[in-house]
């Protein structure tokens, strides 16, 4: 069953700046250090890849289908301009169940990837697994049933966003765990792709800049594993397991021990079928910049993802006005250029979806008219 509903991806850039260093890249400060402290990209990954030193990758596919070996999307707001996709079955959206009809007739096309929040929310189990829950899921089935569902999966148990990651690691709410992947399934999305607990290197529990995040919870792993394992014994079960990062920026890159966020969270590849990162307009303080900082961040969550052997994806994407006022004063056509011509250039067998972000004012396409129109070129029947 090919159905695939889901949105948000934040826009990323690249800007080459160093070749890697004559080590193994993925040890030692030649892979760590894969941001300056202006944020720009040691280009450590597109290296490797275009050595075929990445999981065997030939350098057709390193460069990601680049005829001059440059990166795809090289550039500020995309080099080489790449046609309107003839399959664009990776395209998703988030937005609520009843939009999709709309913006399949605007697109003129299907959208195959919905997305899904299946809150927890102040209540815990008690409102995941309650009848507004239950209506939301079904909403999907009926109303986008082509589209397979992308579903963040931020478990807390009880009504304190406390994920209690030891206790769901030793079985203290199976039962409860198992009632919500049997309410995903039997909703009809057992192809559901579950992004649990997204973003953990930035999701500190006390929502502060300043605190643990969940990566620091020893049981994180552990917790990630038995909650695979229960869903995946459930009857019907077909999921696609989502290790969905926010993408390695500023402080957010390396722990204090000096690891990767990326890696201290990773529960391992027998866990994993995809890894996705988010990017958006809003980084910088104009287009280019902004273009650069996404191309990094989409560029390095490609070579990681490859890296591992793992499906790579942008689970959410979309243009962030600069002071989110509403106004479409951020209009930029060339990140929508750009971000489309990178993925697409993405061998299939390795690529999973894009997922625009549609689901506030903010992010909202129809905002910006001339990023709209050149959607609707590049994605559009």
Known sequence: ????????????????????????????????????????????????????????????????????????????GAGTQVSSSQDTKWLGFWMPAQDYSEVEAWLGRRIWVA????????????????????????????????AQLA???????????????????????????????????????EDAILRLWHEPEVAVKNNSPIGPTWCDDPAFVPAWRHVHDLFEAEPGAEF????????????????????????????????????????????????EISWQESIGRLEFGRYWAFKQGHKFSVAEWGLWSSDCRYEGQDDDPSFIQGSHDFFAAIPEEKRGYMLYFNAMKCVDIAQYPESEALFEKLFGG
């Open 240 to 287: 696609v397991w989502q290790y969905s990062v926010n993408g390695p920026a500023g402080k957010q890159l390396t722990a204090a021990d000096g690891t990767l966020w990326i890696e201290k969270c990773y529960p391992g590849p027998d866990y994993v079928d995809q890894v996705s990162v988010g990017a958006y307009h809003r980084m910088g303080p104009t287009p």
């Open 1 to 76: 069953m090919q159905r695939i509903v889901a949105a948000c991806v934040f826009c990323l850039g690249l800007t080459t700046i160093a070749q890697a260093e004559p080590t193994d890249i993925y040890e030692g400060p030649a892979y760590r250090n894969v941001f300056d402290v202006k944020f720009r990209v040691v280009n450590v990954g597109e290296e490797a890849l275009r050595s075929g030193g990445l999981n065997g990758a030939k350098p057709t596919e390193a460069t990601a289908g680049a005829s001059d070996g440059s990166a795809a999307g090289d550039g500020a």
């Open 115 to 146: 997305h899904f929040h299946l809150a927890f929310g102040r209540r815990g189990f008690a409102q995941a697994l309650g009848e507004r829950q239950k209506v939301w899921l079904e909403s999907y089935t009926r109303l986008a049933p082509h």
């Open 151 to 189: 579903v963040i999966l931020d478990i807390f148990p009880l009504s304190d966003k406390n994920p209690r990651f030891a206790e769901i690691a030793a079985g203290d709410w199976d039962e409860e765990l198992r009632q919500v992947a049997r309410r995903v399934i039997d909703a009809g999305h």
